[in-house]
């Protein structure tokens, strides 16, 4: 069957698109991200969704310097932005580990690591495109969200424009005095449950109904059912059989890693069952030459980054082999589970509008450990997976926003890899200023995610068995099967079963209200109100610099 391609509206082919403004601008707000990011990570373990904020600033930025800008050329700054601030984000989370382990921060060593690593992400999913961006089942919430941001360009009916911005106004003040304190940011009910083990918390701030309001209602009460699940079924049978410690206590002292292997399996699954209904089309995409695509708005041939991605493998392959005499077939290995990460990572973001590198990043950990018998190796090895399927998913991220905006896939992906060019080098110049200045002992940078891994990777002398159980895994990947076959959103299922409830319940309310509004207002003004759920999430967004920039001018 011939393949629809519909888009939302017509945009002229003679915009400009890839030009030095948008290059410019694009590195230099994705430093300033990085910048943002990796002190998050670094301080609170705490990160934030840039890309709304980076599409917003190039709204208003660009056309300061040299006149009237477009969608096309917007995407661009967005696509290089995001690239350069994701590039060397894992330096933080998994760099530092192994600078506690004892080990030196070689810089060109690791300058190669990244930028590889990341290159392989972008060549990866540039090759799984199409069978993507076109999928009916993935909301993408994130490019919704920014390609929202970018739809006031140019607009002469203001009235959406005022709902974005009376909503970023309206967030800023409310998640400021969140954080400040002023205002509760959590509403806790767990006290008042009658069963030892029952959790239930709800994370009520203006970026989780935003993006549960976005994810749409279906996907955001999938989320809903399988975390009521795990924090009113699981929680108390669990604490009884002693699988875990109460998580109405601590829900990070044993039911994540108890459900990591389902989680693992079913997002594996449910990422390869869609691929492997499609190989027909994915493997003819690769007898086209060049130029265009019958079917496709691809305008570049999948044999280059197929090509570049087996040279990028090969050189990851055969310097880790060479200067840190890791054992080749088990590198060959790790090669292609961070690839399979990949998919799992880049369908998950665009079911949940979530991250789920925390869970792939353990679970790497955890299989590299069973395979080298090193926690130094393990924990590399991590480093350079994560690396990989972070920048498939951001890829993929800003694909599916340029398909949106029929921005040109090819310029697309040059500036992700001038993105992450500029982001490797000042990165790792970052990371090594801050380790220098505040070391590791410092009350001020203390490496949350960087500790977790490290007692990942150090304490897996005593056994990997509970973290990788064989007949969870197996009863993940048999239900990621059985809800990718009935259309279900089984990588937000997934999700929904690790991260904290509080924040899943969030989201869920913000679903629910999409929900109310599409029964009493219709869908057409539901789709209107995107407005304000994106201005909901870049105000929090915009607070979240605001108290970086504040913590450190109180230094």
Same mark, same amino acid.
């Given at each position: 069957m011939k393949r629809e391609i519909n888009r939302p509206e017509s945009v002229p082919s003679t915009e400009k698109e890839l030009t030095f403004r948008a290059i410019f601008f694009g590195v230099l707000i994705g430093l300033l991200l990085m910048a943002l990011m990796m002190y998050l990570d670094a301080v609170l373990g705490l990160d934030t969704d840039v890309a709304p904020i980076a599409s917003m600033i190039g709204v208003l930025l660009i056309p300061l310097f040299?006149?009237?800008?477009?969608?096309?050329?917007?995407?661009?700054?967005?696509t290089c932005a995001t690239a350069t601030t994701f590039a060397a984000y894992s330096l933080t989370g998994n760099v530092a580990p192994l600078l506690m382990m004892g080990q030196e921060l070689e810089i060109l060593p690791t300058f190669i690591l990244l930028f590889v690593a990341d290159a392989m992400g972008i060549c990866f999913v540039s090759i799984l495109r199409d069978q993507y961006v076109y999928d009916q089942n993935l909301p993408f919430p994130g490019a919704v969200m920014c390609t929202t941001a970018m739809k006031q360009i140019?607009?002469?009916?203001?009235?959406? /424009?005022? $709902?974005?911005?009376?909503? !970023? %106004?309206?967030? #800023?003040?409310?998640? @400021?005095?969140?954080?400040?304190?002023y205002i509760p940011s959590l509403a806790d009910f767990t006290s008042l449950l009658p069963v030892e083990g029952m959790s239930l918390g709800i994370l009520v701030m203006p970026l989780m109904l935003g993006m549960g309001y976005v994810l749409g209602s279906r996907n955001a009460l999938c989320m809903l059912a399988a975390c009521l699940i795990v924090c009113l079924i699981e929680g108390p049978i669990g604490t009884k059989q002693g699988w875990f410690?109460?998580?109405?206590e601590d829900f990070y002292a044993g039911i994540q890693d108890f459900n990591l292997p389902v989680v693992i399996g079913m997002a594996l699954f449910a990422a390869l069952l869609p691929l492997c209904k499609q190989w027909r089309s994915l493997t003819a995409a690769f007898r086209i030459k060049t130029g265009k695509v019958a079917n496709t708005d691809r305008d570049?041939?999948?044999? /280059?980054? $197929?090509?570049?991605?087996? !040279? %990028?493998?090969? #050189?990851?392959?055969? @310097?880790?082999?060479?200067?840190?005499?890791?054992?080749?077939?088990?590198?060959?290995f790790c090669t292609l589970l961070s690839l399979f990460f990949?998919?799992?990572?880049?369908?998950?973001?665009?079911?949940?509008g979530m991250s789920a590198g925390l869970p792939l990043n353990i679970f790497t950990i955890v299989i590299a450990y069973g395979l080298t018998q090193s926690a130094v190796f393990s924990m590399l090895i991590a480093f350079m997976s994560f690396n990989t399927f972070i920048l498939a998913q951001d890829t993929m991220y800003d694909l599916k926003i340029g398909e949106m905006v029929q921005a040109s896939p090819k310029k697309q992906l040059k500036s992700?890899?001038?993105?992450?060019?500029?982001?490797?080098?000042?990165?790792?110049?970052?990371?090594?200023?801050?380790?220098?200045?505040?070391?590791?002992?410092?009350?001020?940078?203390?490496?949350?995610?960087?500790n977790m891994y490290y007692a990942v990777a150090t304490g897996l002398e005593d056994g990997v068995s509970s973290l990788f159980n064989p007949g969870r895994f197996a009863l993940g990947g048999v239900l990621g099967v059985i809800f990718?076959?009935?259309?279900?959103?089984?990588?937000?299922?997934?999700?929904?079963?690790?991260l904290a409830p509080r924040t899943i319940m969030g989201i869920a309310l913000g679903g629910l209200i999409r929900l109310i509004v599409e029964k009493t207002k219709g869908h057409p003004f539901a789709e209107k109100m995107d407005n304000i759920a994106t201005g909901l999430v870049i105000g929090d967004a915009l607070v979240c610099v605001l108290m970086v920039i504040i913590t450190m001018t109180s230094l």
């Open positions: 040299g006149g009237p800008t477009n969608r096309r050329e917007v995407n661009v700054m967005q140019g607009r002469t009916d203001n009235s959406s /424009t005022k $709902l974005l911005f009376g909503a !970023i %106004l309206f967030s #800023v003040v409310v998640s @400021f005095l969140q954080n400040m304190e410690a109460n998580p109405a570049y041939s999948l044999k /280059t980054p $197929l090509i570049l991605l087996l !040279i %990028l493998s090969a #050189v990851l392959i055969g @310097f880790c082999s060479i200067y840190y005499h890791i054992n080749p077939v088990v590198m060959i990949a998919m799992i990572a880049v369908r998950v973001f665009a079911e949940s992700q890899f001038i993105g992450i060019f500029f982001g490797c080098v000042a990165g790792l110049a970052l990371f090594y200023g801050i380790v220098s200045a505040f070391g590791f002992d410092g009350e001020l940078f203390t490496y949350p995610f960087g990718s076959i009935i259309g279900l959103p089984a990588g937000g299922i997934a999700l929904a079963m690790y």
